[in-house]
């Protein structure tokens, strides 16, 4: 945890890091402490539109304090880490307390969790320990702080209902039938109620912004369920593309595969694995992202029940731990970020170091007033969110992942008061546009251009 933590500390401090997430939530967090302002300007979408995360507000006490940035990465990193505590104690009760070391140590060193830690924050990442404590508490049958962890993934992101109802369906499996029934029950009503009430709320007169990733299935909630229903071949064939296996591969290797041997336990990550490889995008059936989170955690839990069922045997349980350190060591080794992958940790993905071009870029942002209007290229964004406006350049003159569709909602261009822009990240496509607003009679005058940064004021 102390390495990650330096290394997301210097992520941020030498402009590693990206508006898209991490600025987007640095700012909706600052705007609900300091004053009540429903448009992230960053997406263009109201609190709650882009997702329902109210778990993100008990952070606002921090912000009161000054975090940002640093204490966000912070914070995904212990919890990331933290989930390691619930696993042991899972695993401690299952088949003693070496064993459990193991199955922790396997757990740090998986290649999804350190890459999810090198990402930007996201507050599914609080899911993680909450869900393996609602599965350690049901297990000793303490149903009060089972239902707190039940309640907090469920704060963390609409979706995070779909791992939480499968946690109900294994606890009927499992003879929990009340229990179960109302864990599944709670988590479909908050699902449904996150996506059809809350979201559409925000975003009047539109769906919720992120069902076109399912536009073979339907463009409606209900349409992609029941055409999952009625086309399970379109599941099959997604649950069968290479990319799928790839992303089985390095999910299922650090258990030394060891998890498969637990079909029933792993009803926990069959939603979310079903949401993640029908979705459109690529990159969510990727380990370097947020995706992965509550699968991951379902395959450990998986894993320690098979070792569990282990523990009569005691040569095959050692063997079982030597397989599993082994194969998490060669996973870290094969796919991490750690320095154990040299090829990764070095290949431009950390912000190791500072140079003349991130030194003129933080002297550029410390310049701009606090109550200015702002656009900034992506990577400068998280450096510059703690304001009512700040626009993740092009916008406001040029619309780019900006709203729910082409016009919702507009976007007003006077706010913009100074321009911050890393010039690495200025297309050519949008070189015309900078001429246009730094020329002599255009709306901004150049205060700094050097070493490939910008600063530029409306007069």
Not at 11 to 16: D, P, R, T, W
Not at 87 to 112: C, I, Y
Not at 248 to 260: D, G, M, S, V
Request: charged share 10%; aromatic share 12%; with cysteine.
């Amino acid at each position: 945890m102390g390495l990650f933590g330096w290394l997301t500390w210097l992520q941020q401090a030498n402009f590693g890091t990206f508006d898209f997430d991490l600025g987007l939530f640095d700012q909706e967090i600052w705007l609900a402490a300091h004053h009540w302002n429903a448009l992230i300007t960053i997406r263009g979408l109201t609190m709650w539109a882009n997702h329902v995360n109210p778990i993100v507000y008990l952070l606002v006490p921090f912000y009161w304090l000054g975090a940002g940035p640093h204490f966000l990465y912070l914070v995904q990193t212990v919890a990331l880490a933290g989930a390691a505590v619930p696993l042991w104690l899972l695993a401690r009760d299952r088949a003693g307390a070496w064993t459990a070391t193991a199955v922790a140590f396997a757990w740090l060193a998986s290649p999804a969790l350190e890459w999810m830690t090198w990402w930007s924050f996201q507050p599914e990442y609080l899911a993680v320990p909450a869900l393996i404590g609602a599965y350690w508490f049901a297990d000793r049958r303490r149903w009060i702080p089972y239902a707190l962890c039940v309640v907090a993934a469920l704060a963390t992101k609409e979706d995070a209902a779909l791992a939480v109802a499968a946690l109900g369906v294994l606890l009927v499996l499992r003879h929990r039938a009340r229990a179960g029934l109302v864990t599944l029950a709670a988590a479909v009503t908050w699902f449904l109620v996150a996506l059809e009430v809350i979201m559409r709320a925000a975003t009047p007169g539109a769906a919720p912004f992120f069902l076109y990733q399912y536009a073979a299935l339907g463009d409606s909630t209900g349409q992609i369920v029941l055409g999952v229903l009625r086309r399970p071949w379109v599941v099959l064939r997604a649950l069968g593309r290479a990319s799928s296996l790839a992303y089985y591969l390095k999910i299922l290797a650090p258990t030394a595969f060891l998890a498969l041997a637990a079909p029933v336990t792993l009803v926990l990550v069959v939603p979310t694995l079903v949401v993640n490889v029908l979705n459109n995008q690529g990159y969510t059936t990727d380990i370097h992202y947020q995706y992965s989170a509550l699968i991951t955690a379902g395959v450990f839990i998986a894993l320690v029940e098979v070792l569990g069922r282990l523990a009569a045997s005691p040569r095959a349980r050692r063997a079982a731990v030597v397989a599993v350190l082994s194969a998490s060591l060669a996973s870290n080794v094969a796919w991490s970020p750690s320095p154990l992958d040299a090829a990764a940790f070095h290949g431009g993905y950390w912000s190791l170091s500072s140079s003349p071009h991130t030194r003129e870029l933080a002297r550029l942002v410390a310049r701009v007033p606090a109550s200015a209007g702002v656009s900034a290229t992506y990577t400068v964004v998280p450096h510059l969110a703690h304001r009512d406006v700040i626009y993740s350049w092009p916008n406001p003159w040029i619309r780019l992942y900006y709203g729910v569709n082409a016009s919702q909602p507009g976007e007003p261009r006077a706010g913009v008061d100074y321009l911050v822009l890393d010039l690495t990240e200025v297309s050519p496509a949008q070189r015309a546009l900078l001429a246009s607003l730094l020329a002599p009679r255009g709306p901004f005058r150049v205060l700094v251009r050097r070493d490939q940064a910008l600063l530029a004021v409306r007069p």
